[in-house]
């Protein structure tokens, strides 16, 4: 199959390409420009006239549930709401049942998501043994399973012997270790950022100190292994100038941002509503204010989702009671490219960090519009409105804040491998 993307704005940050031009695909790659004429009879003219086309996005932090938790969501579910949401790849997190800790189960996602995924699906392996911070997992055979990454994401590493045992491993394999940093003797209990709201709405507070001390502790360990670190879903002012201090020493460390994190803050939980319930927390505008700074910077390297579906019955109960996370596969590119329409984003920032980052980080062959690589292309139409409904959701996960908002900027074609996954927020099978 042959598509010829028409006169669409090119935005491809690794070739710093910002220009209105043709993509031409042919069986699957981006091809150069002189191999396919349009009066080809076998091409598919797609015409991005007032389009962005950019290499496809890649969400480096998701929640699939599969294996064990299919009543949230399955890898083809999730893969459908990625599609669907702009995405071509997305990385799974393994606190799934049992746990991504060895070579057969995520060589089970790898298997599940050949048959049945619509984008492509990275598995990240745990970095210890049943996320229980104790024993190393099996690295070396996650590694050749196909995991991308280790993480305890959802857990922290609490004991720092066991972090740096996990650095040291990881080192030998080029890989990065997402950490999920959270000091559980601070946050224990815990169910909103500690400040001014949670005094007025009467929750127990989670400092931001409880973060910015795990990520401390983190850059020190990188610091000793020379280990690539990457901070999961930074939330914190101080998270960020630790992280932008470690750069500037030259440390391999990097970190990610939620859509919801940089666009939601604390005051929003007055109704308690559990779809706002997230962990870390939606923090005060001061802590915004900083995350946005970090991301005009370059402190902050990738928007990643956290995607968390869950089960309507822990979400639609007492706020205490709710389970955390937000199911935001399908919200996402929008809700970042609206903050680029009030002015608070900037495109190309933003494009970098959905495409060329976390492809690096992750040592991935994508994030770029070369010909000869795959053809994993995201249209996206910044004018575009619409109203999020979750009930139109490919994602089982119906909890997301943003739910009867309107957004301006959508994607409208995801590309994957040089098929169409998805076309004006419907997928294509
Ligand atoms: O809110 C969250 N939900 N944060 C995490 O770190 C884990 C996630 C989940 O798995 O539900």
Redesign the pocket.
Known sequence: MKFLIKNGRVIDPANQIDDIRNIFVADGFIADSDSIASSDQDVKVIDAEGLIVTPGFIDMHV?L?EPGQEYKEDITTGSWAAAAGGFTAVCC?P?TDPVIDNHVVASFIKERARKSALVKVFPVGAITKNLEGEKLSEIAGLVSAGCVAISD???PVKKANMMRNGLEYAKMFDLPVLS?C?EENLSSGGLMHEGLYSFIYGLKGIPAAAEAIMVGRDISLARLTGSRLHI??ISAAESVDLVRQAKKEGLPVTCEVTPHHLALSDKIIGDYDGNT????PLRGQDHIDALIAAVKDGTIDCIAT?H???HIESKDCEFQMA????SGLETAVAVCMDMVNRGVLELKRVIEMFTLNPANILRLNGGALNAGMPADITVIDLKLKKTVDVASFYSKGKNNPFHKKELTGWPVLTMVNGKIAAQNGKIII
């Open positions: 929640h549930r997190m606190n994401d959802g857990n999920h959270e999961c879903h319930k997230v962990n870390p956290d968390a579906p869950h389970s955390f996370g937000i």
